[in-house]
């Protein structure tokens, strides 16, 4: 299996703070959430994000477009145009900060899919991916609890007609009405691409929007034993919103992989003996 890197996401605004966390669990990076009051307008806030990001080495940044009714696929034209300016821009300020992987949604922060056009999203979800590749990055999908990205099949489409990357948030995944419902399985979202999912959003579920720490392995092992199969998934990030419930998830994590790492001889010594 890849050995994954643990992530924490931002969710303190002192970056000492969280970076003392996170030296503290030995985890290997921070998953930065851009939000509507924290993207950079300007050079000048860019270069003061550039500043506050430095305080967080050695550790290793990804980031996440957390900007709710963002959707470059909107039936109003123009709130479309608005939409992939704003993450247009937001791929520019990524790779002016070194970023190189960015997770962006579709349909965040809506209760319904109505009023999304599915060309229109898939027309601009691939100018964005254009616009990103010539900026060296890799811009993932993330798939949500509900909506387009909630369904297996749905999400393989869009990943394939885009040629976006994926970032699996196997939180949503198990809430999800296509997989609570049992027409979908969680391995539908995994197998059409598993070469085209570069993180993972590691807790146990997601209620009324409040992510639910595991409180052992057994909460997260049959999700964790999908990621730790992906050729390419070495970004687990702890999507947990307060340090005790980041320290419950790193710790049940790192037992589930130090379980792993213990059966991995065990189990080539069988072949051998074989």
């Known amino acids: ?14 970056v ?19 939000r509507p009051h924290t993207l950079p307008r300007t050079p000048l806030e860019q270069t003061r994000l550039a500043r506050t990001l430095a305080r967080l080495e050695p550790l290793e940044i990804r980031y996440h477009a957390a900007l709710p009714h963002v959707d470059p696929g909107d039936r109003d034209p123009n709130r479309a145009q608005a939409a992939l300016s704003v993450l247009e821009r937001l791929c520019r300020v990524t790779a002016g900060l070194g970023g190189r992987v960015l997770t962006i949604h579709v349909g965040l922060g809506r209760s319904t899919t109505q009023d999304l056009s599915w060309h229109r999203t898939l027309e601009n979800l691939n100018r964005l991916n254009e616009t990103a590749r010539n900026l060296g990055l890799r811009l993932c999908l993330e798939n949500l609890a509900w909506g387009w990205t909630s369904r297996p099949d749905l ?12 970032t699996l948030d196997i939180g949503h995944a198990a809430v999800s009405p296509s997989i609570t419902s049992q027409q979908f399985e969680l391995e539908d979202l995994v ?20 992510h639910i720490p595991p409180e052992d392995p057994a909460d997260l092992s049959p999700r964790l034993d999908l990621l730790a199969a992906l ?21 049940v994590v790192r037992r589930y992989l130090d379980e ?10 069988v072949f051998l003996r074989m």
């Open 16 to 34: 000492e703070v969280l970076r003392h966390l996170a030296m503290e669990l030995g985890a290997e990076g921070i998953d930065w959430s851009f």
């Open 155 to 166: 999400y393989e489409k869009m990943l394939r007609k885009t040629g976006l990357w994926a």
């Open 231 to 251: 050729p390419f998934c070495d970004w687990w990030v702890l999507e947990l919103r307060d340090a005790l419930s980041v320290r419950k998830a790193h710790g």
């Open 1 to 14: 299996m890849i050995t994954p890197k643990l992530a924490l996401p931002n969710f303190v605004d002192d």
């Open 260 to 269: 792993r790492r213990q059966e991995a001889p065990k189990s080539q010594g």
């Open 191 to 210: 197998s059409p691409q598993p070469d085209r999912i570069l993180n993972a959003h590691v807790y146990h579920l997601e209620v009324e929007d409040h």
